[in-house]
């Protein structure tokens, strides 16, 4: 092709792209081409280079592999004796239809038994337990506050050993605010998990 | 008998209706493929990827609220794939494709004589188009959609996909208007 186009095949040139979809080029545009494709090499040429391009990008919806080769595992009914297959989650999908489950409480499985569920059941966990045995951890306070242990465990000792004797608001509220932030991050984390799974 | 909506298809499916969901794929395959091709060329990945996106709908399907289509869901999962493979092998094998650059560019005027078909051409074209351009083109005609249905599936306003078509076919046409190409055609 030439790279001596001048002004009017510019214009032309546009147009030859445009020429191959059927509702880009007016009829006028159309005639226009029409008449100076046949008067000039390099718009020929242009035309013929893009023609073959065409040609050759339409024959790529026959690259498209049939669908069955991608569903090896999903394409059994649900309760057959599926194949195992070399691919990764294949387990996955075959336990999905196994169980039977509904999606949205197989949505919830996932969350829990994702890092950050794990996460959160163990910090859930552990602040009820602690919660529960605010009492005897006190106590353990008290006891390792003897003459063993310096001026500051002394006052950390002495600060629990109040809120537990009877100041449980001041416990409740370090808890709850400690657990909403945490919980609350942990939750964000969760959403994203389950969205990206 | 009229075909089912993918919103239908979807429901079905989601009521373990293995069949609903197989019709679903059938009919965005297309697509999810060339999404796929349009960030891993043809690759021996390819394959895999697929086999992960379609896993990936199948356990995903209960998140799908509908806000968006179906296709434009899918598409996503396949791209986000493609792309995650796509940086996992540029990491694995920069090394390799370094050298053999290199040794490309030494064997230059060996190319330009080197028998290649039409269709390797264009996927040597497309390959060195802009991603964007290439997507678009890839949906137009691997997939066969509209541009209506590109706007859909890749967010962007119909005349923004009728540009990235246009300007990547104009760049297709600069690279295969070297003369490596023309020569080749005109033994064919």
């Known amino acids: 092709m030439s790279n001596h186009l001048n002004q009017n095949c510019e214009r032309f040139e546009a147009m030859i792209v445009a020429w191959f979809d059927a509702d880009d080029l007016s009829s006028v545009e159309r005639d226009d081409l029409n008449a100076h494709i046949p008067t000039c090499a390099s718009c020929r040429e242009s035309f013929e280079v893009t023609s073959r391009m065409e040609a050759a990008l339409m024959a790529r919806r026959s690259d498209v592999p049939a669908v069955d080769s991608f569903l090896p595992v999903i394409s059994a009914p649900v309760g057959a004796v599926r194949p195992v297959g070399a691919v990764r989650s294949v387990g996955a999908v075959r336990s999905v239809g196994a169980v039977h489950a509904h999606p949205k409480l197989l949505a919830a499985f996932r969350a829990l038994m994702s890092p950050a569920g794990i996460s959160i059941m163990l910090m859930s966990w552990t602040a009820m337990l602690a919660l529960h045995f605010r009492k005897q951890i006190g106590e353990v306070f008290v006891w390792t506050s003897s003459d063993r242990f310096s001026a500051l465990g002394n006052d950390v000792a002495n600060l629990l050993v109040t809120i537990s004797r009877g100041d449980t608001h001041v416990l409740t509220g370090i808890y709850v605010a400690v657990t909403v932030v945490v919980l609350g991050s942990m939750g964000l984390i969760t959403l994203r998990y389950v969205r990206n799974s | ?188």
């Open chain 2, 1 to 188: 008998m009229p075909h089912p909506e993918d919103s239908e298809l979807v429901a079905r499916a989601l009521r373990q209706d293995e069949r609903a969901f197989r019709d679903l794929i059938q009919r965005h395959h297309a697509m999810a493929y060339a999404a796929v091709r349009s960030v891993l060329g043809d690759r021996d990945e390819v394959q895999d990827v697929m086999q992960m996106v379609y896993l990936k709908a199948y356990q995903g399907l209960a998140g799908f609220r509908g806000d968006a289509r179906f296709s434009t869901w899918l598409y996503q999962i396949a791209r986000r794939e493609a792309l995650d493979v796509s940086s996992k092998r540029r990491v694995e094998t920069v090394d390799v494709e370094t050298v053999e650059l290199a040794a490309g560019a030494h064997h230059a005027a060996d190319a330009a004589t080197h028998e290649r078909s039409e269709r390797e051409w264009i996927a040597s074209a497309l390959g060195e188009i802009d991603e964007t351009y290439r997507t678009a083109i890839e949906l137009r005609y691997m997939a066969e959609k509209s541009y209506e249905e590109i706007s859909e599936i890749m967010s962007v306003p119909v005349g923004t996909v009728k540009t990235y078509v246009h300007r990547g076919k104009a760049e297709m046409k600069r690279i295969l208007s070297r003369p490596a190409w023309r020569a080749d055609a005109s033994k064919s």
